[in-house]
């Protein structure tokens, strides 16, 4: 099992990114799938999950109405789109699979103008 994070950057307040989080040794549409993230000198916390048949998703309530989770089964990948970011949102962000507690590397976000 492995996962790699990509598509972080430096993006102004206000702008949008979507991270990758490409999975390999399983399938990202038979898994429950969550997102994580690590602010500068905070403890990780969830952002959001996507999970079952139905592709259901929930998010934390610092992020609901501004990030979505989906997954592309023919590209094995999960997606963090992130739009109306602020300055808060800057962090380290993680792709995790459940089940096997498996966790990638991180990809930084920095949102500053």
């Known amino acids: 099992v492995h996962i790699v994070e990509s598509g972080g950057g430096l993006v102004q307040p206000g702008g949008s990114l979507k991270l990758s989080c490409a999975a390999s040794?399983?399938?990202?549409?038979?898994?429950?799938m969550k997102w994580y993230r690590q602010r500068p000198g905070k403890e990780r916390e969830w952002v959001g999950t996507?999970?079952?048949?139905?592709?259901?998703?929930y998010y934390s309530d610092s992020v609901k109405g501004r990030f979505s989770i989906s997954r592309d089964t023919t590209k094995n990948t999960v997606y963090l789109q992130m739009n109306s970011l602020k300055p808060d949102d800057t962090a380290v962000y993680y792709c995790?699979?459940?089940?096997?507690?498996?966790w990638g590397q991180g990809t930084q976000v920095t949102v500053s103008s």
């Open positions: 995790v699979e459940f089940s096997s507690g498996t």
């Open positions: 996507i999970a079952g048949p139905r592709d259901s998703t």
């Open positions: 040794g399983f399938t990202v549409n038979s898994n429950n």
